[in-house]
Structure formats: C-alpha cells, structure tokens
C-alpha cells in the first residue's frame, strides 16, 4: 500500500491501523496533526518501584538524608511530562491544562510503590507519552534518592492505564485478567 507522506496516518475505521510516524518509505515522520480537532484529552498511566519494605517506610515517611523522597520525585515527573516533547523525538509540545503525579505505598505487597500520574491538554493529540514519562522519571528519582541504601531496586512494569478524548475514543486497560 502506498501513502502519500503528508497523509495523517490511518483513519479510524482503517481495519489494519499503521504505525503513523512511518512515511511511505517507512522513514521516520513527525505526524501531521494540524487538520485534527481540539478536544479534552486526559491520560493515566502507572509505573512500580520495588523498594522493600523498610526502605519503602524510609522513603515515605521522609527518612532519607537526600530530603524529602515523595516530593523530589513527584516534581521530577510533572518536569518531565512538561519535558516529553524534547526527550521523546517525533512528539509534538502540546500545552499541558495539568499534570498529577502520587505515589503510595502498593496495597500488594509491603515493598514496592505505586506512581500514577494523570496528564489533561485540551489541545489535538493525545497525552499519553506525558502521562508516561511523567511516571518513568518520578521512578527513576525514586531510585536516585533510594540507591545509596540499596541498589538492588527494580522499575516496572510501567504501563498506560487509560486514556480520554480524541478521534480514536477512550481507552482503558483491562485490569480483570490477572
């Protein structure tokens, strides 16, 4: 199938969707928004930092010589969400309305944290990617403030829990099967 490089990638109702930052000749391309309508866009995506159970209570109960773990590392996402367009090649800036970043203790088990971040733009594309790194880094901060204690931490999985407005609908990821 040949597409014409300016094409804004497949339609919704396209049976076989296509990777859109790909032109006919399979090069990398900055998609083409411009013709898209302004909507609501929101985004929730989480990532999990296993940390064990007495540094988790030192990181969350502010007993971490770097200063206090939570709020460096929830600011670090929020930089980063507001950041993705430089950090992640072919997305577009789009103006953030806001950005949430929490973290808490995981309610499965007794070492790991739990980072959810939420990204709204009313604007022409999705703000999935921001709600993504704004979870990545704030991992990775946790990390960076953990790892004089331990250096055995593991990040992940890091996963796009849902996602609003837009052309293409809702989204939700499907959390029953196990």
Known sequence: MTRDPQDRGPSRNDPTPELTHLDARG?????????????????RARARVELGAELRARFLGGGLRKGDGPA????????A????????????AIPLDSVTV?????????????????????????????????????ALAVYDMCK???R???????????KTGGTRGDWRRDTSAG
Do not use: N
């Open 148 to 150: 004089a204690v331990r």
């Open 72 to 79: 460096v590392a929830r600011i670090a996402g929020i930089a």
């Open 27 to 43: 090069q990398a391309r900055m998609v083409d928004v411009g013709g898209k309508p302004v909507s609501v866009r929101t985004a």
């Open 102 to 138: 929490e973290i808490e203790a995981a309610a499965d088990d007794e070492g790991a944290l739990e980072i959810v971040s939420c990204a709204r733009s009313s604007w022409v594309t999705g703000v999935e990617m921001e709600a993504l790194s704004a979870v990545s880094v704030a």
């Open 152 to 162: 055995d931490i593991r990040i992940g999985p890091i996963e796009l829990l849902e």
């Open 81 to 92: 969400a507001k950041d993705t367009a430089r950090l992640i090649p072919l997305c577009h």
